[in-house]
């Protein structure tokens, strides 16, 4: 496999990294910090009218018909500035899932709000966050800590139905019998607002039941794996310019940082690191792209190589840049928070490690 | 001391913490203000120096507790067990009260040195500047004579506890025409002196201990030097050395190797106890081995300081392996608690939140030498490797560019 972007889909990913490092400038993530929206609403608006909340919805539904390899751009420029908006969880999961669906009526009724900017979704699909009984068209029980829940319309999630089937359905998140609050206080990452929720005989729609779940949960699980990859890729390469950038600037015993061979061969660490992160999250994307049959094997490999790349560019960039890099003023720490999140979100490196492990040995 | 004092010695402060240390740790300091916290850690500093347990190795005349070097590990090292309101203090009592009794006369000493001890005032060392961290003798702040003292004008960055600090060490140029290292010199300072400012830096996570602080035409008094004009950088370097072993919990003050295995027994990796994992399995091992490798080097230093001689550059072994131990164990803590990590529990100590642990130990391998420096210092005064180049050295401070 030889894979690359092609040029419009490289283009699109300059014009998103101009757009985003003009517009989610680290001052708006500080305001956003302490600010009481849950997300960036004013970006956000401007991601939809770019036609990011669309990308991959059918035209047929107000979209605009792109693939995942779109999105795995995307969602690397979305991780180079950190963009507090809930685009992964809608957008990368919540739009794809829907777009799975057989029933032609369910795409029709959630797809286009979507496109149009006009729903924002959260999804659960990972064994740990709680548990949601479904029986009879409702929903009951306790989810959380799941990101952009209590700022989000809607709510897609892993549940078992009375006979212990697993199943996937989908929940309006603002209905009265949703007891929600976002998690606040002291958190890791404030940019990705988390929310927890109880739900007591909630209206539900059953999405899919049984091994048509199961499918759509593999299937979605890969999707986010490697666009978390993506996000991590971008988190990862922002760190290590940042270091670069700032080990040619501090001097030291009359010397550049960046010049003590202890720093250069950090970088190229890093860089190393960053590499082989690129080269199997591109693999990723191209797995996701064609539905090969490696997709599960390729989803687990970008996904053990980002977390290793985008944690050893966070912490040692902040190690770098000395003491400024423990302040608030100082923008090392959103990455070094970012990348233990993304590190435990979506099953963590253990989970990926067994699952590249199970592909392995059923090939043996 | 003989194996036996020792051991009575050791009985006795357990004893002492076992039954006084509860009301001042742990339940005790949950949802505590800063403010609330440090009025506990002064009443805790007052008890201890009512039994000897104040600055241990000080004069009793000061308020000190007139006892060696090793009892003072000792005492440390059990009182390290309980998560008490002492971290205000380290610097103070560690460094700059040390170094008053080195060069300060009698008087100044019985005015000062007993309210330190007693917890009623803190002392804070202002060593680095925007441009002086790991090259602290290139720091800019000036000192100009002025009759019978000194004008200090210029910026300090990152004094820990400047904010509650009474009194303060600082390092200053006194003369830029000579190479950077000769043209420094050291004076304690009123940091309610007219022209101090002081303002908190806010940090990453948590209350903040860090500060900048600028000094505005303060006024210093000749008879505040310590040391001669010109000879302050071997003041600041014996301020760094004087805490000849600092005993820092084994944990460097994050979570400790046990709470990790508690922690591993209740969580699980892929449906399997996280215990029988191999990869925990063999971090566990891991740092349980260095941590015995430690607590040899540790018994080594305390060897050296009871025969009277200095314990080498191996102690800073202890930091840089423990403070990138502490950022691991508490990251791979984080995996296993999984998504739940992102909750951090209100108030909470670093020794008992994993994510606490884990956010806070950045600046345990930058401040006080950074992991870099360190090995060099190891690779130097160790190893007896050269120096790297230094193109900065034998020219004037004012000649550089
Ligand atoms: C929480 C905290 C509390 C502090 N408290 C105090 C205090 O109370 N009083 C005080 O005076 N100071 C204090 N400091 C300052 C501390 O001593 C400095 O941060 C430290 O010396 C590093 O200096 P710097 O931050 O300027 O980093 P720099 O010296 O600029 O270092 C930047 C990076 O370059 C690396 N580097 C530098 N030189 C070399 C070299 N020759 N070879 C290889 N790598 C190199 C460093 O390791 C680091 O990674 C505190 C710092 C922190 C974070």
New interface residues.
């Given amino acids: 496999m030889n894979f690359d972007f092609s040029a419009d889909q490289k283009e699109l990913a300059d014009h998103a990294r101009r757009f985003l490092g003009e517009s989610c400038t680290f001052d708006r993530l500080r305001d956003n910090m302490a600010g009481e929206e849950a997300y960036d609403r004013s970006l956000w608006q401007q991601m939809v009218e770019l036609g990011w909340t669309a990308i991959n919805i059918p035209e047929a539904q107000g979209g605009l018909g792109m693939g995942s390899l779109e999105l795995c751009l995307l969602s690397e420029e979305v991780g180079r500035v950190l963009a507090p908006v809930p685009f992964f969880s809608t957008v990368c999961l919540g739009a794809h899932i829907l777009n799975q669906l057989g029933q032609e009526s369910l795409r029709e009724q959630y797809l286009p709000p979507i496109a149009a900017g006009e729903s924002v979704v959260a999804v659960a699909l990972m064994p740990g966050l709680g548990q949601l009984e479904y029986a009879d068209g409702c929903a009951s029980g306790a989810l959380g800590p799941v990101a952009w829940l209590g700022a989000a319309d809607l709510l897609i999630s892993r549940a078992r139905d009375n006979h212990g089937t697993e199943c996937l359905v989908l929940i309006d998140a603002k209905h009265a019998t949703v007891a929600r609050r976002n998690i606040d206080g002291v958190v890791l990452d404030g940019l990705v607002r988390h929310g927890q929720a109880e739900f007591s005989a909630t209206p539900a729609r059953l999405l899919a039941s049984g091994d048509e779940a199961r499918r759509l949960i593999e299937l979605a699980l890969a999707q986010a794996a490697i666009l978390t990859a993506f996000e991590q890729l971008g988190g990862a390469q922002a760190c290590c310019e940042m270091a670069r950038d700032y080990s040619l600037e501090r001097y030291t015993f009359g010397r550049v940082i960046g010049g003590y061979q202890a720093i250069k061969h950090k970088l190229a660490d890093v860089q190393v690191e960053i590499e082989l992160a690129r080269s199997n999250a591109y693999y990723g994307a191209w797995a996701l792209a064609t539905d090969a049959a490696e997709l599960a094997r390729a989803a687990a490999l970008a996904r053990i190589s980002a977390t290793e790349a985008f944690t050893l560019a966070a912490e040692e960039n902040l190690q770098v840049h000395g003491g400024i890099g423990y302040t608030w003023e100082a923008n090392c720490h959103f990455y070094y928070q970012r990348a233990r999140l993304l590190a435990i979100n979506y099953g963590n490196a253990d989970y990926w490690s067994q699952q590249l492990l199970a592909g392995l040995q059923a090939a043996h | 001391m003989s194996q036996n004092d020792t051991r009575a010695y050791l009985a006795s402060a357990r004893a002492w913490l076992a039954e006084q240390a509860p009301a001042y740790s742990g339940a005790a300091r949950r949802g505590l203000s800063v403010e609330e916290d440090l009025a506990l850690g002064r009443r805790w500093l007052h008890l201890k120096s009512e039994h000897g347990y104040a600055a241990i190795t000080m004069p009793k005349i000061y308020g000190g507790g007139g006892g060696t070097e090793i009892e003072k590990v000792i005492f440390t090292n059990e009182e390290n067990n309980y998560d008490l309101p002492t971290g205000y203090f380290g610097i103070s009592l560690g460094m700059p009260v040390p170094m008053l009794l080195k060069y300060a006369s009698e008087e100044v000493l019985r005015e000062l040195v007993p309210p330190a001890i007693r917890g009623e005032q803190i002392w804070c060392q202002l060593f ?1 500047e925007p ?1 002086a ?3 602290l003798a ?1 720091l800019t702040m000036r000192a100009t004579p002025d009759g019978d003292g000194w004008r200090l004008n210029g910026q300090k ?2 004094t820990s506890w400047a904010q509650y600090s009474d009194w303060g060490v600082v390092v200053v140029r006194t003369d830029p025409t000579v190479p950077k290292h000769a043209g420094l010199t050291y004076f304690y300072v009123d940091m309610k002196s007219p022209g101090v400012e002081v303002r908190v ?6 209350e903040s201990e ?1 500060n900048e602080v600028f000094f505005n035409d303060v006024f210093v008094p000749d008879a505040q030097r310590m040391g001669g004009v010109g000879g302050g950088f071997k003041v600041a370097m014996e301020t760094l050395m004087i805490e000849r072993y600092a005993v820092s919990d084994e944990a460097v003050g994050g979570i400790s190797v046990e709470k990790f295995v508690d922690l591993a027994m209740r969580t699980r ?2 449906g399997q106890p996280a215990l029988a ?1 191999g ?1 925990v399995r063999r971090l566990i091992a891991d740092t349980v081995a260095e941590r015995q490798g430690l607590r040899s080097i540790h018994r080594r230093a305390m060897a050296a300081i009871a025969a009277g001689t200095e314990p080498g550059p191996e102690g800073a072994i202890r930091k840089l392996l423990g403070a990138r131990r502490r ?1 691991q164990v508490s ?1 791979v803590a ?2 296993l ?10 108030g909470a100590q670093p020794t008992e939140d994993f ?2 642990s ?2 806070e130990s ?2 345990l ?3 006080g030498g ?3 420096i360190l ?2 210092t190891i690779a130097e005064k160790v190893l007896g490797l050269p120096q ?6 034998g020219i004037p401070f004012n000649k ?1 560019s």
């Fill in positions: 680095s441009a961290g790991s090259d290139a960055l990152w830096i806010p940090k990453l996570a948590g860090i990796i892929n994992d990869e950022q990251a984080m995996d608690l999984g998504v739940d990590g992102v909750i951090m529990t209100e994510t606490e884990w956010i950045p600046p391998r930058i401040a950074s992991d870099e090995r060099n790297d180049h230094r193109p900065d050295k550089l």
